[in-house]
């Protein structure tokens, strides 16, 4: 039974350790990884406990945050700062109006709810999107399912770039 956060940490780092040596072998892995889950889905099955650890270290870190900070002593990112370096490097210039909307949108979500919104076209289908029209009219202002899929992805790769 882990007791502290302090012997939550030194468990979570040491399980990571296992995984990736390094920051660099962790970092490779997670940009090559289209989703994201895929990882968070490995270190769970191998102990990690993130829900206890955003408890414990910070509630508004996602995964990517809470293993940077605690195996590699990196200085972690809220969800909300994240999101925010995204607007301010004006990633949206490419898209139409429209769909810099729905992009802002998904960053909102994200900075509130997490990185699995992110990774499922279905969070079109929930009621904040419904403003932008139903999920197949969403997907239509991409320009098709492709390239809302492609969308989604590079907005994922925005969030984590250094």
């Given amino acids: 039974m882990i007791n502290s956060t302090k012997s939550l940490e030194d468990y979570t780092k040491k399980s990571i350790a296992k995984e990736y040596r ?5 970092l490779k ?13 490995e270190l769970e099955d191998h102990g990690m406990l993130f829900s206890e650890l955003q408890e414990k270290v910070n ?3 996602d995964p990517f ?3 940077c900070h605690i195996a590699f002593d990196q200085p972690p ?49 929930i009621p904040e999107f419904s403003k ?12 098709g399912k492709e390239k809302c899929f492609e969308a989604l992805i590079e907005l994922e790769k925005e969030l984590y770039a250094a």
């Fill in 77 to 125: 990112l809220t969800r909300r700062e994240r999101a925010n370096n995204v607007k301010k490097r004006n990633y949206f210039t490419k898209y139409r109006d429209q769909v810099k909307a729905v992009l802002e949108a998904l960053l909102d979500k994200y900075a509130d709810e997490g990185l699995k919104n992110l990774e499922s076209i279905e969070i079109l289908k």
């Fill in 29 to 41: 892995r997670w940009n090559d990884e289209d989703k994201k889950s895929v990882i968070i889905e």
């Fill in 132 to 143: 932008f029209g139903s999920p197949i009219e969403i997907i239509k202002l991409f320009g």
């Fill in 65 to 67: 945050d809470l293993i």
């Fill in 22 to 26: 390094t920051l660099d072998d962790f």
């Fill in 59 to 61: 509630k508004e870190l």
